[in-house]
């Protein structure tokens, strides 16, 4: 079966400091990955997805991504936290056989300046 | 371009009413998924529709249904309304149905609270 598992159900940085938000998955075939986060009473918005190519995925917003067959991981990082980015962080992978989208559990980034 | 629309923004019911939640996909967008996000589930998908016909369905009762119209724009209905039935509904929509590079892209969601 098709999964994602977000291990943190919160992630606390300091303003300035990078951070790091962690997805495994688990899918037969090729992962299809992605990245949203969802600001307090919005929709989610597309940060960055993986398909295939370079391991490190660039989005928006000063996001990426990096893409760890190994340890099928697609752990989403940023060099340097903002207050701004505090919101809560979805990992999707997409069922290439049936064609669904699976979100993680969600994992709410606290950035304190 | 604008982005996916969602009506209403908020709504309240009670019990055993039915609600119908309305959504406007991107210009250009052929498929339309719909999700049910709760704190206690999380985000669980509905059901996709892909020219009008449903193409996936998500292990939700059949009081849930929806459908689209030739303009890509969509509807779901929640029938016979339970207390259990409040949460955020998101609509999402993408280029083509069964392209597995596509994005989807998300609505601001319907919050709907059942009394």
């Known amino acids: 079966a098709q999964s994602v598992a977000q291990p943190e159900d919160q992630v606390n940085v300091a303003e300035g400091n990078p951070l790091t938000v962690k997805c495994t998955y688990s899918?037969?075939?090729?992962?299809?990955l992605f990245w949203y986060v969802q600001y307090p009473n919005r929709g989610l918005q597309f940060l960055l997805k993986?398909?295939?190519?370079?391991?490190l995925v660039k989005g928006s917003y000063g996001f990426e991504a990096e893409f760890n067959k190994s340890q099928t991981s697609f752990h989403l990082k940023k060099p340097s936290a903002l207050v701004s980015d505090s919101a809560l962080y979805f990992c999707?992978?997409?069922?290439?056989?049936?064609?669904?989208?699976?979100f993680g559990s969600g994992t709410k980034l606290n950035v304190k300046p | 371009k604008a982005g996916v629309t969602q009506t209403p923004r908020y709504l309240i019911k009670t019990r055993g009413q039915q609600v119908t939640l309305s959504c406007s996909p991107i210009?250009?967008?052929?498929?339309v998924s719909w999700y049910q996000q709760t704190p206690g589930q999380g985000l669980q998908f509905l059901f996709e529709?892909?020219?009008?016909?449903?193409?996936n369905k998500g292990n939700f009762p059949g009081r849930f249904s929806g459908r689209q119209f030739s303009n890509s724009r969509s509807e779901m209905n929640v029938s016979t309304l339970e207390l259990g039935d409040s949460a955020l509904y998101l609509c999402?929509?993408?280029?083509?149905?069964?392209?597995?590079?596509?994005?989807?892209?998300f609505g601001p969601g319907t919050r709907l609270t059942v009394l």
């Open positions: 999402a929509s993408s280029l083509e149905a069964g392209a597995t590079t596509d994005t989807q892209y």
């Open positions: 899918v037969s075939g090729n992962p299809y």
């Open positions: 993986y398909i295939t190519g370079d391991n």
């Open positions: 999707a992978v997409r069922d290439y056989n049936f064609n669904k989208f699976y």
């Open positions: 210009s250009g967008h052929r498929s």
């Open positions: 529709y892909f020219s009008e016909t449903q193409r």
